[in-house]
């Protein structure tokens, strides 16, 4: 009778190979899934939820507002709220999170279009809906031909301005840039202060953008091409008369505003650059990003990540680490960031602004999330936009003063 072996049918040696194989396939499946995800462009799709006035309270001065409990009413900060009516859409802005419950949230009404009715439904935001319309600004559609073609922007004039390119000509103006993923609703916050100002503000989209042409990739460059299109709206302004630009950019967009800077030859037209939350240096977002949600072997997957997008995107890490080349900027900066970003960690814009204290005033908005920190005090965050693009300007400035360039401002 054989003697049965007790060895193994596959050698160590081939069950070590065989396991490493595993863990690689599967290292290597999640870091595509990963990089598709980081680079692929996908239709920006975002559930506005619908909440009804549950209640209205009038009392000393205020009015408060109980709405029904959804993931934007509960929210920190300032909300805001748009409605149809038979005279068109309607607008309200609502203070911070006064109370919840299980089922309600409690909110003060700072701001309305017509007054809020019992029953009424409504779609709350705490971006913005809409156009400009529904800030109250007049405002016309145009487009910026880029390098792969017409991309739709809005047109916003100076207040007491007719929104045309023949008025427009002569003032200075403003190019906003929205971010990663976003859309140029989510500049409508910021928009009325522009406008009181005096500036002209061009809201431009870009390649792959929400309604902009699309690369034959279909991929984004996280800022490393973006800037081109960018550039082709900074020579569009110019074509219509701008006096002096400057630069707004959030979160990517602030990224894109920086690589322009870096490299095109239209850098110096620009006067000044104010940004909020922006995106410094990916490689370290992805880093980031793995150990937040608790991914395998974060810092190895990481590493493949980013590995993956320059295999499936040819992306240029070195083009958009605009942390590293901190050193070579020299226009004017206002930065603000929120301390509880939790897409773009302070860290980056920290070390960014402490490095640079001769050209960067920066603002920290405790509690604030990501492209929050308007929410989170909109008076101080636009007296503070007033104040640095007069003093860019060289216009009067108005009591309270702003920090001085490089003083670092808590809010």
């Known amino acids: 009778m054989r003697k049965r072996s007790n060895n193994p049918s596959l050698p160590v040696y081939a069950r070590v190979l065989l396991g490493v194989g595993l863990g690689l396939g599967v290292l290597l499946g999640v870091g595509w899934y990963f990089a598709d995800g980081l680079v692929h462009v996908y239709p920006v799709r975002r559930k506005v939820y619908r909440t009804r006035v549950l209640g209205l309270e009038e009392g000393h001065g205020h009015t408060h507002v109980t709405l029904t409990r959804t993931p934007t009413t509960e929210r920190p900060g300032v909300l805001l709220l748009e409605w149809n009516a038979p005279g068109g859409l309607q607008y309200a802005q609502?203070?911070?999170?006064?109370?919840?419950?299980?089922?309600?949230?409690?909110?003060?009404?700072?701001?309305?279009?017509?007054?809020?009715?019992?029953?009424?439904?409504?779609?709350?935001?705490?971006?913005?809906?809409?156009?400009?319309?529904?800030?109250?600004?007049?405002?016309?559609?145009?487009?910026?031909?880029?390098?792969?073609?017409?991309?739709?922007?809005?047109?916003?004039?100076?207040?007491?301005?007719?929104?045309?390119?023949?008025?427009?000509?002569?003032?200075?103006?403003?190019?906003?840039?929205?971010?990663?993923?976003?859309?140029?609703?989510?500049?409508?916050?910021?928009?009325?202060?522009?406008?009181?100002?005096?500036?002209?503000?061009?809201?431009?989209?870009?390649?792959?953008?929400?309604?902009?042409?699309?690369?034959p990739q279909g991929v984004y460059r996280l800022s490393a091409e973006e800037w081109q299109d960018l550039e082709a709206a900074v020579r569009y302004a110019e074509a219509h008369g701008a006096k002096r630009i400057l630069l707004y950019g959030f979160s990517m967009g602030?990224?894109?505003?920086?690589?322009?800077?870096?490299?095109?030859?239209?850098?110096?037209?620009?006067?000044?650059?104010?940004?909020?939350?922006?995106?410094?240096?990916?490689?370290?977002?992805?880093?980031?990003?793995?150990?937040?949600?608790?991914?395998?072997?974060?810092?190895?997957?990481?590493?493949?990540?980013?590995?993956?997008?320059?295999?499936?995107?040819?992306?240029?890490?070195?083009?958009?680490?605009?942390?590293?080349?901190?050193?070579?900027?020299?226009?004017?900066?206002?930065?603000?960031?929120?301390?509880?970003?939790?897409?773009?960690?302070?860290?980056?814009?920290?070390?960014?602004?402490?490095?640079?204290?001769?050209?960067?005033e920066y603002h920290r908005y405790e509690g604030a999330g990501h492209e929050q920190a308007w929410n989170k005090n909109p008076q101080l965050y636009e007296q503070t936009v007033r104040d640095f693009v007069r003093r860019i300007l060289d216009a009067p400035a108005e009591p309270p003063q702003a920090a001085s360039p490089g003083r670092e401002q808590h809010a």
């Not at 200075?172 to 910021?190: A, E, K, P």
């Open 94 to 215: 609502l203070g911070p999170l006064l109370r919840k419950t299980g089922t309600q949230t409690v909110r003060e009404v700072q701001e309305q279009d017509s007054p809020l009715q019992l029953g009424q439904l409504v779609r709350a935001s705490t971006v913005g809906l809409g156009t400009p319309a529904q800030r109250g600004l007049k405002y016309q559609d145009v487009t910026v031909t880029g390098a792969h073609g017409p991309a739709p922007a809005w047109l916003v004039p100076g207040q007491g301005r007719t929104p045309d390119l023949e008025s427009a000509g002569g003032t200075d103006w403003v190019i906003v840039t929205h971010g990663y993923r976003g859309l140029r609703q989510d500049t409508l916050r910021i928009l009325p202060t522009l406008s009181g100002l005096g500036l002209t503000a061009l809201v431009i989209t870009y390649r792959n953008a929400e309604g902009a042409p699309s690369t």
């Open 254 to 360: 602030g990224s894109i505003s920086l690589a322009f800077l870096r490299y095109s030859g239209l850098a110096g037209r620009i006067s000044g650059v104010l940004l909020d939350s922006p995106a410094l240096e990916w490689r370290a977002l992805i880093t980031y990003h793995a150990v937040r949600y608790r991914l395998p072997i974060p810092l190895v997957l990481s590493r493949i990540v980013a590995w993956l997008t320059v295999f499936k995107a040819r992306q240029d890490f070195d083009a958009v680490d605009h942390l590293s080349v901190k050193d070579t900027f020299n226009v004017p900066m206002l930065i603000f960031h929120g301390s509880t970003d939790k897409t773009v960690p302070i860290g980056q814009v920290e070390s960014f602004a402490h490095a640079r204290p001769d050209i960067v």
